[in-house]
């Protein structure tokens, strides 16, 4: 149709990117979710004990999040 545009996904390192999106975005993307995810490991590091057993996780869990690599994100197998 008229005006509009379509995003083909690719999947490039079981990571999905955008055809639409230059290299450059693509990498600022990967980029910005490296830094969320090492923001969200901090944040499990300093929860309670009470706040991960509300969450269903155990301090030894949390350790082992936190110990992985920045790039080794969950979501992109």
């Known amino acids: 149709m008229k005006g509009q ?3 083909a996904c690719v999947s490039n390192d079981g990571c999905t990117q955008h055809k639409s999106l230059g290299p450059l975005a693509n990498l600022w993307k990967r980029i910005t979710r490296w830094y969320e995810l090492t923001r ?3 944040q499990l590091e300093q929860m309670s004990d009470a ?3 509300d969450l ?3 301090r030894a869990d949390i350790y082992k999040e936190i110990e992985r690599p920045f790039w080794d994100d969950p979501f992109c197998k």
């Open 40 to 42: 969200q490991r901090h």
């Open 56 to 58: 269903g996780l155990s």
């Open 51 to 53: 706040g991960l057993k």
């Open 5 to 7: 545009t379509m995003n």
